[in-house]
């Protein structure tokens, strides 16, 4: 099992472009999530799924989407990135909602 | 407002200097607390679950420990190989998004040989 899967690890934007951040898993997991991680601070909540069709807002969702077709696949679309974007993402899963996450490395992205 | 805070933000211990971290909360009622363990460049990678005040769980020079407000996660002897930075999340028993897992900021554990 490779486990979560995020692409790319890294990623530089300027202002005002789009971008899809890539998440997979391969552990037939319900439950996906996406965070966001900067320095000083814990890792925040931008959007989660409980399952395929299915999508919430988390503590941060402002700027971004997210759809999940499949279950396996959860993208997070920055839709116009600005600076304040800037910062390390994470995607976890895990079998419920109440379940330990699995998470991937990770995609760090600067947005000049 | 739910708020989970871990000190010291940083420890420096010598090898085989055992000691504690602690993760304290403010929820109204827990459904659980998660501690997991993160290495530079990569995500958390989760090391224990509790649920109720008394509970324990160990796994090789780690334990961690509830009570009603706080968290234990107590190293004996550590080793070189135990530098990471340790998460704690608690997750409220409240629905939708507000069930969902709060991180604190993380304690930076350097042990040198």
């Known amino acids: 099992n490779a486990g979560v899967t995020q692409t790319p690890k890294f990623q530089v934007l300027k202002t005002g472009q789009s971008m899809t951040l890539q998440c997979a898993q391969d552990?037939?997991?319900?439950?996906m999530s996406w965070y966001r991680q900067d320095p000083g601070m814990g890792l925040r909540l931008i959007h989660y799924?409980?399952?395929?069709?299915?999508?919430d807002q988390g503590e941060v969702p402002n700027g971004y989407n997210v759809s999940r077709s499949t279950t396996e696949d959860f993208p997070l679309r920055l839709l116009s990135a600005a600076p304040s974007q800037t910062s390390v993402y994470f995607c976890?899963?895990?079998?419920?909602?109440?379940?330990?996450?699995?998470f991937g490395n990770g995609t760090r992205l600067t947005v000049t | 407002e739910d708020q989970v805070t871990q000190s010291p933000e940083a420890l420096r211990l010598q090898e085989g200097e055992s000691s504690s971290l602690n993760c304290s909360y403010t929820?109204?009622?827990?459904?659980?607390l998660f501690w997991y363990r993160q290495d530079p460049g990569k995500g958390p990678e989760f090391l224990f679950t509790?649920?109720?005040a008394g509970e324990e769980k160990e796994k090789e020079r780690l334990k961690a420990t509830l009570t009603k407000k706080e968290s234990f996660l107590h190293i004996t002897a550590p080793k070189p190989e135990d530098s990471a930075t340790y998460l704690c999340?608690?997750?409220?028993?409240?629905?939708?998004?507000?069930?969902?897992?709060?991180f604190g900021k993380g304690t930076k554990l350097s042990v040198k040989p």
């Open positions: 929820v109204s009622g827990l459904r659980g």
């Open positions: 552990m037939n997991h319900e439950y």
């Open positions: 976890a899963s895990s079998p419920n909602y109440n379940s330990p996450l699995h």
């Open positions: 999340a608690v997750q409220a028993n409240y629905g939708g998004s507000q069930g969902n897992l709060i």
């Open positions: 509790l649920y109720s």
């Open positions: 799924s409980v399952g395929a069709g299915i999508t």
